[in-house]
Nanobody, 119 residues
Framework: QVQLVESGGGLVQAGGSLRLSCAASGLTFGNYAMGWYRQAPGKERELVAAIRSDGTTYYADSVKGRFTISRDNAKNTVYLQMNSLKPEDTAVYYC?????????????WGQGTQVTVSS
């Protein structure tokens, strides 16, 4: 049974930082690209960042230079370091496992963690 368990969300002031973690189990971690998606109220879910097992990364333009995705293949964990947070970053953040960095289809989702950035 595959599980993706996110942690690290919360409330932070604009300009602050948060670090999200996602612990994966029940899958061969190295076979998957890992991604972080977010969904704000009334908006579609969007890809924020993704990382392949070899460390190749992708970032949405809206977070480039502020967010950093990383993974620890030994711990089956992916991280999202979020700096210089803005109110528009407020959303539920979801961890995802998929076959390719640019693949649209997601094989597995986490339950989501709320990030709220106050102005």
């Amino acid at each position: 049974q595959v599980q993706l368990v996110e942690s690290g969300g919360g409330l932070v002031q604009a300009g602050g930082s948060l670090r999200l973690s996602c612990a994966a189990s029940g899958l061969t971690f190295g076979n998957y690209a890992m991604g972080w998606y977010r969904q704000a109220p009334g908006k579609e879910r969007e890809l924020v960042a993704a990382i392949r097992s070899d460390g190749t990364t992708y970032y949405a333009d809206s977070v480039k230079g502020r967010f950093t995705i990383s993974r620890d293949n030994a711990k089956n964990t992916v991280y999202l370091q979020m700096n210089s947070l803005k109110p528009e970053d407020t959303a539920v953040y979801y961890c995802a496992a998929k076959r390719g960095l640019y693949t649209h289809y997601v094989d597995y989702w986490g339950q989501g963690t709320q990030v709220t950035v106050s102005s």
